[in-house]
């Protein structure tokens, strides 16, 4: 079982830009489907952005063009770089992975943390 622990949170004013991390063990990233979620205080959790194992990657429609999805697998790390932030990007963001293709939908079955990001 993989075992995900993010970071990289904070407080940034609005237009600013983060990375969050969301480092592996237990087991390689590189055959994992992975994906970053966000829940935000109004709303349920909502996929962000997703990158599959081949490399593939999609975003929700909101974050498109400003959040990027990448990884490390030899530091078997995921990573969220985060740019242009705005005010409604405020959540706590988790990382989740699994060796099924769930895309942006929720059925992962391994989850970190989480890491709060506030703009602001």
């Known amino acids: 079982h993989v075992q995900l622990v993010e970071s990289g949170g904070g407080l940034v004013q609005p237009g600013g830009s983060l990375r969050l991390s969301c480092t592996a063990s237990g087991d390689s990233i590189s055959a994992y489907q992975m994906a970053w979620f966000r829940r935000r205080l109004e709303n349920g959790r909502e996929g962000v952005a997703y990158?599959?194992?081949?490399?593939?990657?999609d975003y929700t429609y909101s974050v498109a063009g400003r959040f990027t999805i990448s990884k490390d697998n030899a530091k078997n790390t995921l990573y969220l770089q985060m740019n242009n932030l705005r005010v409604e990007d405020t959540a706590v963001y988790h990382c989740a992975a699994d060796r099924l293709r769930f895309n942006l939908g929720s059925g992962y079955r391994f989850w970190g943390q989480g890491t709060q990001v506030t703009v602001s």
């Open positions: 990158l599959d194992s081949d490399g593939g990657t």
